[in-house]
Nanobody, 120 residues
């Protein structure tokens, strides 16, 4: 069983910065990808950023402001968020695609979510 523990959310003023962390624990043989999603009130969950074998992708609205990175030795993914805007307010979820054994299927895991609020 794999568990994801997120941290780093909070309340910040527009233009401010936050850094989210997500640490994965449990039986992990290999990781295919790690990602951050977010869900604002009344909206669908959307992908914010992904990192897979060193390659990154971002949704258009955060390009140039957010940076995703990972520490493979610690099974941890980070999201550095700069120049935050009120529209970034949402619950942010960590996502992991990994397998427990070399012969296992890839499994999809989610964190519990962390609130990010951007307001003056």
């Amino acid at each position: 069983q794999v568990q994801l523990v997120e941290s780093g959310g909070g309340l910040v003023q527009p233009g401010g910065s936050l850094r989210l962390s997500c640490a994965a624990s449990g039986t992990i043989f290999s990781i295919n990808a790690m990602a951050w999603y977010r869900q604002a009130p009344g909206k669908e969950r959307e992908m914010v950023a992904t990192i897979s074998y060193g390659l990154t992708e971002y949704t258009d609205s955060v390009k140039g402001r957010f940076t995703i990175s990972s520490d493979n030795a610690k099974n941890t993914v980070y999201l550095q968020m700069n120049n935050l805007e009120p529209e970034d307010t949402a619950v942010y979820y960590c996502n992991l695609i990994a397998r427990a054994r070399s012969y296992s299927d890839w499994e999809n895991y989610w964190g519990q979510g962390t609130q990010v609020s951007v307001s003056s």
